[in-house]
């Protein structure tokens, strides 16, 4: 994406020997571990990892936000912590979460970060409609934030930490949570202030596909740096080993977990109408042309991409320390008794569905049907409807009109009786953070109404199946995120329901939680379990049976994803992918 302009110039960021521990208490957790690295000027340098690696805390250390236990980091020549005021005067940097004030309007989130930095008055009104009109924001400026959807409070988080025009740019995941439309205009803005500002970025980001954008991308695990390049000649280290596999009219779900099976495969994922592999070695493994899923199939060579690279590398490293433990179909929840399910396949129906919030229309006539055992795929764009239309299936919001029927029961008339055959597990991490892991789940195998011998077997059962047996003392709120996620799933199944909602489950979590947490779901989808889920990553809804796409209240589309992507298709775009077809859609509504 950035050509670079700098020469022989010297880094705008450099650490050398960095290491920093927390505190928790009688427990130290290792951030950053004698980390060294240079960032060049005038480019974007993704900031790579899975959760828990040390990003954030490396972000908070070049912005002077906290003190290194050993090493140092300078910007600009300048030690970030003995001299921050000097070195803050040069940074621009945009915390993970928002960072505004949700109760000021766009205007007094800018007037409070260019009183912080010290902006003069003079100067400010000009900046404020520059800093509008690129981020779109211009007829959004008297808006409360509180009020803005997750699109527009990080194009405001962006524009504030813009407010004083930096030198190096520090970016901790501003597009986490956010909608490929709006991920999209937040590229560009970067785009532009690197190509006719020379501005320099760190950004760090759990999208792999966005690590291809960067010039050059540092890979972060357990706090030690694994490796810093350009990423498309990390990406060709793995020449030879990636595999496009197609089995004619077939499910992709069983060829995808019979392949991750197969000795040899390190990755295996549903992309479009194939399945993506990985393999250890540059040959397709004969195991995997034997298995009864490929019959008729075909497999042909597929480029390496970056994600191929940050997958290998951390299973490489997981593998070295223990085998990964991959989930059991046995170990998942038993299905209710027979004659507590509704003998109709089809377990949901939404017709004519309306929600009013005052005089917004959040929800606009949307119906659709989904059947048992099918994951089903709500998508849209941040303030299309989605979360709302979910919270009204899960009972936990009123329709204001229209019929909602799940599990058989008609919402309006047996809303509580419909909720003991359903699971949800919500967009924001809903467990008791403090309460321990063991005290979560024994609270929610009661709410749920396990006793006995059969409340204790389900508890051994998530401890278990998700790993927590090792993280039972510990503060839920402590968890690293991909274990958050864990303890959340094994709540949300912890009384075996018929019905799973999982609302944006995966949002800022790295790809290897998100192929574990995909490969659990494609398992209770195979045992019977209907899943309908939201999410903005678009390769996620590729795993979906059928999916329908709203935006303003309203759907534009519905269907499976093949049928989506193909009535994207056109001149410019032949072979479009889901997000192409996203875009498009929305654009045209």
Not at 33 to 46: E, L, Y
Not at 366 to 390: D, H, M, P, Q
Not at 557 to 571: Q, Y
Request: hydrophobic content about 45%.
């Amino acid at each position: 994406m950035n050509a670079r302009r700098d020469g022989d110039a010297a880094p705008v960021l450099v650490a050398d020997g960095l290491a920093k521990s927390f505190v928790t208490g009688k427990q130290r957790s290792v951030a950053l571990d004698g980390v060294s690295f240079a960032i060049a000027p005038g480019v974007v340098t993704g900031l790579i990892g899975p959760d828990g690696a040390g990003k954030t805390t490396l972000m908070r250390l070049a912005a002077g936000l906290l003190v290194p236990d050993a090493g140092t980091i300078r910007a600009f020549g300048l030690d970030a912590t003995r001299e921050s005021l000097a070195a803050q005067a040069s940074l621009g940097y945009m915390p993970q979460r928002f960072g505004l004030y949700e109760d000021l309007t766009a205007r007094e989130n800018l007037d409070l970060h260019a009183d912080l930095q010290g902006v003069p008055r003079r100067e400010r009104a000009g900046r404020y409609a520059d800093l509008m009109r690129m981020t779109g924001l211009s007829p959004f400026i008297d808006r409360l934030a509180g009020r803005m959807s997750g699109g527009m409070k990080q194009k405001l988080g962006l524009a504030c930490a813009l407010v004083r025009p930096p030198r190096l740019l520090l970016l901790d995941e501003p597009t986490v949570g956010v909608d490929p439309v709006s991920r999209r205009e937040l590229w560009a803005i970067v785009d532009r202030l690197v190509n006719e500002n020379g501005m320099s970025v760190l950004l760090s980001t759990a999208y792999l596909d966005e690590a291809e954008r960067c010039r050059d991308v540092i890979l972060l695990h357990e706090g030690k740096v694994l490796d810093q390049g350009r990423p498309g000649e990390m990406s060709a280290r793995l020449s030879g080993r990636a595999w496009s596999v197609t089995v004619p009219h077939s499910s992709h779900r069983p060829l995808q977990m019979a392949l991750m099976s197969v000795p040899g495969v390190i990755d295996a994922l549903v992309q479009g109408e194939q399945v993506r592999v990985v393999t250890r070695d540059p040959v397709f493994p004969a195991a995997a042309s034997g298995l009864p899923e490929m019959a008729g199939g075909t497999v042909a060579p597929a480029e390496p991409r970056f994600e191929d690279v940050f997958v290998d590398r951390l299973l490489e490293r997981k593998t070295a320390d223990k085998k990964t433990k991959q989930p059991r179909g046995a170990a998942l929840p038993p299905s209710p008794p027979p004659a507590a399910r509704s003998p109709s396949p089809t377990v949901i129906r939404v017709s004519r569905l309306v929600r009013r919030f005052g005089d917004f229309l959040a929800v606009d006539g949307v119906g659709f049907e989904v059947r048992r055992g099918e994951i089903f795929g709500l998508l849209g764009a941040n303030g299309a409807g989605k979360s709302t239309t979910f919270r009204m299936l899960c009972g936990l919001l009123p329709a204001s009109g229209g019929h909602l029927e799940v599990a058989g029961f008609d919402l309006r008339r047996a809303a509580a009786v419909a909720r003991e055959r359903i699971g949800y597990m919500s967009q924001k991490f809903s467990q008791y953070t403090h309460l321990s892991v063991a005290q979560n789940l024994e609270f929610f195998a009661g709410a749920y109404g396990l006793a006995g011998t059969r409340r204790a077997g389900r508890i051994a059962w998530a401890e278990d199946e998700f790993d927590l047996a090792g993280y039972r003392d510990r503060l839920a709120g402590d968890l690293p995120l991909g274990y958050k996620q864990r303890l959340a799933m094994a709540c949300a199944l912890m009384h075996g329901p018929d019905i799973l909602f999982l609302d944006e489950p995966t949002s800022g979590v790295d790809p290897l939680a998100r192929r574990e947490f995909w490969r659990r779901i494609n398992a209770l989808a195979l045992s019977g379990v209907t899943v309908l889920v939201t999410t903005h990553f678009m390769e996620e809804a590729e795993y979906c049976d059928r999916l329908v796409i709203l935006a303003a209240g309203r759907i534009l589309a519905e269907g499976e994803p093949a049928a989506i992507k193909a009535a994207a298709r056109s001149p410019e775009r032949p072979r479009p992918g889901m997000e192409d077809a996203f875009i498009a859609l929305v654009e045209k509504s």
